[in-house]
């Protein structure tokens, strides 16, 4: 085996430091090498080694310096390109669906491709091979069973793909010992029978995540790279490291010695953890050589990006040559293309993001990752990819997942990219991630994907479902309604998720759709295929799939009924009999007389008309073909409700401005408000009232539609600069309105001051004397109320677990809390509540209060709050944030050890120094030597930031950007996950 680095060349085509943030556009190869084959015979199933059923965390996911600049990118509200609502037209169940994988492994990586006569599945670190009616023909085995280079390796994350080019299957998997890529390929399309060629193609640094694609010249191969070797500190560019690898493909199916090439990704910026995309040719037409793209998306909520944008590079391969091989940016496709501006950021960049029901662990999103795979197809007029990655859909409330998905384009000789169709497929309240998108040979496109749900109403465990759209749908749209392959039954025990899911198109038909994905059920990781397919099934099927007139609204007697005919089928369809009924009366058939092309459809008008005029009353309608040849009647009838509404009818349904935060002062009012009657309106009456005062009254002149929402601002703001609860009342006041109950809607904002200053001590309310092992904090002055103490601090045994708290105050009658912030996340949360509105009777008395911390409480440093006052007159005293009219609010430090696990960072200095434009230079000193995390929250709770920092020769070093954060204080946490130091700062 044979490998050079190729330094010297990228340094000539570099022209500047290697760590400089310039922009390079074309690079040579930075590895080179080659890898011989090792013949293995077929499967025996004597020889299988069993899977592995210990349970066991496959490769945690690390990221260095992440990147991301709180406040930073846009949209920073909703997503533009959101779907809102799932698809309308009838979707198929699936085929066949069967149980692949159970395994202990975290995550299980499922993985699977569909062959001519086989389904070929992999996890970590196992495989299987079944037929294609789900029947098992070599039983789930290690992936050292394959044999060759893979003996005594099962490191994982396995990809499996079938090579329809070449009529193969290829089963990948990573390994660190040396750091390679292991591959192993058919020697004929049976995987069972025929045996296999293995190859191991060293990549000098550690591989991960690696994601397989074919194209005429290689099987590309693209990896998140070692974030120990990636970059220098603060320097969000990848320009040093091989990032995609391509593989000699030709050699590699004869079972020849194979060349193979690292790249770097000249021009990327990067948020640590980061997974770009080749593209994976499928169809009857092999790709030509060369040009082979590569993809990622770029966010401006990351340093260095100023749009958000899709970066495409080209590799052009010389196997004869291998040093004359090129990778170039090629295309950045942005706003102006077509791109509408996304926010991929969960959590500050954290892994834990996504709630589930009951109190399982937030799981990962998958953010930074383009799924796999981008799938390429050829057609006579033009070439497609179709691909997809995550997105929070309104970055400015708690997160919500989506998936956004895009058709790419370009003419058949292959010129530029363009943006044929995207969308953000999001259409209710549940978190919906990790998917997998294709497109059929008609250009269909399927998808499958998991869906979440926390809500107590509607729970839904991580469950696997599917949707499409056919190819002459509007663009943009998932049209399909979800069909469900499998429904969890439990909450995913680990934050890791997937980490990925895998749909394929079956070659014979090239219609029909393999998805696989994880799920959970009685405490185990689960694997489920689904397979599907959107392309007609039958010659002759039609169907009614919507209603476009009558709508909800103020109805009549004589009203014309319109509705949209669908051809499912592959004939087309004329002269076939239409028909509708209301409350199961007589029905009305009249003849659709033009014609449907298949998988187009058409409104039809009846010419007799409905009776719908009784105000207030729920109609029952039902519409439907009745093709005499019809081969499937399941989607042939519509029924659903429509309502003669009364004509007046508005309410606010919300008020989305102001919201609780700090440091409000005067701030708009924004209402959402909705027509709820049959008729549209103008000069609508509003108006709102802070606490108990009086209305402010406006008048809204824009006409309102039918159903239709609109956002109103109010030209009067509302006072909220003195700290505290606020209840805003709004509503609507429309003459006649016959439903007053829809009217109005009162939401409760609070303006939180956690340096919550203004509380009156002077006539000697609040602490005077206050005493925690070694803080001894005596003769405490009266100032505003708020002392920041933070300087003095104490250890806390854990094993200990419980201790005591002197307090003395100057007056009588006061009330005494304790909070800790054991999450280092800036809020003291009611659970952090350690003592609650305990009594001091007598002033200048110390009384001695216990309380008692968690066996399993975070090592490290963390935030004490105690606050005491006299709270008979105004203000809470266990609301940590609001200011009490008499009494006084301090913060402490308190270091939780333990005598069993001394604290490693015990040592520490942790020192934070502010420059112009609030940004702030993070230093960490200390004897610890591994990687550390910085997290950065605000006073909500909401994590901003999260990354990893390594150790130079100054300490543990981070340069913070919070030029673009809203003024405030934000918590500061370095450590590891289990202990930490803490500061605050404050943005200006």
């Keep these: 085996m044979l490998k050079k680095y190729l330094f010297l060349l990228f340094l000539f085509l570099a022209s500047g430091n290697l760590f400089s943030q310039q922009v390079l556009e074309r690079s040579k190869p930075v590895l080179a090498g080659s890898a011989r084959a090792i013949s293995t015979e077929a499967l025996s199933k004597k ?96 992936l050292q069973t394959i044999g060759g280079t893979f003996v005594g390796e099962d490191l994982g994350d396995p990809i499996v793909f079938y090579d329809g080019f070449a009529d193969r299957f290829v089963i990948t998997q990573f390994s660190d010992s040396p750091n390679s890529l292991l591959v192993a390929i058919t020697k004929g399309p049976d995987p069972v029978n025929d045996g296999w060629y293995t190859y191991r193609f060293d990549t000098g640094t550690f591989p991960d995540y690696p994601k397989f694609y074919v194209w005429g010249d290689g099987y590309y191969v693209t990896t998140n790279q070692d974030p120990d070797e990636i970059r220098a500190p603060g320097d969000p560019t990848d320009n040093l490291n091989e990032v995609v690898y391509v593989l000699e493909r030709d050699k590699i199916l004869l079972g020849e010695e194979a060349q193979h090439l690292g790249f770097p990704l000249p021009g990327i910026r990067v948020n640590g953890f ?101 799938a390429y197809r050829q057609f006579p007029d033009h070439n497609s990819v179709v691909f997809n990655f995550v997105v929070d859909i309104d970055p400015s409330v708690v997160e919500h997942a989506g998936i956004r998905w895009y058709e790419l384009r370009q003419d058949a000789s292959g010129g530029p990219w363009s943006v044929y169709q995207e969308g953000t497929y999001a259409p209710d309240g549940s978190d919906r991630w990790c998917g997998s998108i294709a497109m059929d040979k008609n250009g269909n496109i399927g998808m499958g994907f998991t869906v979440l749900n926390d809500s107590p109403e509607n729970p839904i465990f991580p469950s696997l479902r599917y949707t499409g759209r056919y190819a002459d749908d509007p663009l943009g749209m998932m049209t399909l309604q979800e069909e469900t392959i499998a429904k969890g039954v439990s909450a995913n025990p680990s934050n890791r998720y997937g980490d990925y899911s895998h749909i394929t198109v079956d070659p014979t038909d090239e219609e029909t759709f393999w998805f696989i994905g994880e799920y959970f059920a009685q405490g185990s990781r689960l694997n489920k295929v689904g397979v599907f397919r959107i392309a007609p099934e039958y010659v002759n099927d039609v169907g009614v799939v919507s209603l476009v007139s009558p709508k909800n609204g103020t109805l009549g007697s004589q009203e014309q009924i319109t509705v949209t005919i669908r051809n499912f ?295 004490m709050r105690v606050r005491a006052g006299d709270t008979s007159y105004s203000g809470s005293l266990n609301d940590p944030c609001s200011v009490m009219e008499f009494g006084n609010t301090m913060d402490y430090t308190v270091v939780i050890k333990s005598d069993i696990e001394a604290s490693a ?84």
């Design 47 to 142: 020889d299988l080694l069993p899977p592995s059923g210990e349970f066991k965390i496959y490769n945690p996911k690390n990221r260095s310096s992440n990147i991301v600049v709180p406040g930073k990118g846009y949209p920073k509200n909703l997503d533009a390109a959101w779907q809102k609502e799932v698809g309308q037209i009838p979707n198929k169940k699936p085929i066949l669906v069967f149980d692949a994988a159970t395994s202990g492994s975290t995550p299980t990586d499922p993985t699977g491709a569909v062959g001519p006569n086989h389904y070929v599945n992999a996890w970590n670190s196992a495989f299987a091979i079944y037929d294609k009616e789900g029947n098992l023909l070599s039983p789930p085995a290690d």
């Design 274 to 374: 980061y997974s770009p995309a080749g593209f994976f040719a499928v169809g009857k037409e092999q790709p030509p050589k060369g040009n082979a793209p590569i993809m990622y998306y770029q966010d401006d909520s990351w340093l260095g990006v100023n749009e958000d944008h899709l970066k495409i590079w080209l590799i052009n391969v010389d196997w004869k040559d291998p040093l004359n091989s090129t990778i170039e940016e090629s295309q950045n496709l942005g706003p102006s293309d077509g791109v509408t501006p996304f926010h991929s950021v969960f959590d500050g960049g954290s892994f834990h993001n996504l709630s589930q029901p009951g109190n399982a662990p937030d799981v990962d999103a998958l953010q930074g990752a383009i799924m796999y795979p981008a």
């Design 569 to 863: 089928g592959s004939a087309p369809q004329s002269n076939f009999p239409v028909t509708y009924s209301v409350d199961e009366g007589t029905s009305v058939t009249e003849t659709f007389n033009g014609t449907i092309q298949p998988t187009e459809q058409a409104e039809f008008t009846f010419s007799a008309r409905a009776d719908l005029s009784e105000v207030g009353t729920n109609y029952s309608f039902s519409a439907g073909t009745q093709l005499s040849t019809d081969e499937n009647p399941e989607n042939d009838f519509l029924e659903l409700v429509i309502r003669n509404l009364p004509p007046n009818d508005v309410g606010i349904t919300d008020i989305i401005s102001p919201e609780t935060g700090e440091n409000l002062g005067m701030e708009q009012v924004v209402v959402i408000v909705e027509n709820f009657g049959g008729e549209p309106q103008n000069n609508i009456p509003v108006a709102y009232r802070l606490d108990e005062g009086n209305l402010i009254e406006e008048t809204i002149n824009q006409q309102l539609a039918v159903g239709g929402q609109l956002s109103h601002t109010f030209q009067t703001p509302v006072d909220l600069s003195d700290p505290g609860k606020y209840e805003i009342f709004a509503t609507t006041m429309l003459v006649e309105d016959s439903n007053e109950k829809n009217d109005s809607v009162v939401e409760t904002v609070a303006n939180l001051n956690c340096i919550p200053r203004g509380s009156d001590c002077s006539f000697g309310d609040g602490i005077y004397n206050f005493y925690l092992n070694e803080i001894v904090n005596e003769n405490i002055y009266c100032t505003d109320g708020y002392y920041d103490f933070t300087g003095l601090s104490t250890p806390l045994d854990r094993s200990q677990r419980t201790f005591k708290v002197g307090v003395s105050s100057r007056f009588s009658d006061n009330r005494f809390s304790l909070w800790i912030d054991f999450n280092d996340n800036g809020f003291f949360d009611p659970s952090e509540l350690l003592i609650s509105s305990q009594v001091l009777e007598l002033s200048n008395v110390v009384y001695t209060f216990e309380f008692t911390i968690p066996a399993d409480a975070p090592l490290g440093e963390h935030l």
């Design 905 to 988: 960072l015990e040592d520490g200095k942790l020192l934070i120094t502010s420059a112009d434009q609030n940004i702030f230079d993070i230093r960490l000193t200390t004897s610890y030597q591994q990687f550390l995390w910085v997290t950065v929250h605000d006073m909500l709770g909401q994590k901003l930031v999260e990354n990893r920092i390594d150790k130079s020769y100054n300490g543990y070093e981070y340069m913070l950007d919070m030029s673009y954060a809203a003024p405030g204080v934000y918590l500061v946490r370095v450590g590891t996950r289990k202990e930490g130091k803490v500061k605050r700062i404050i943005v200006r």
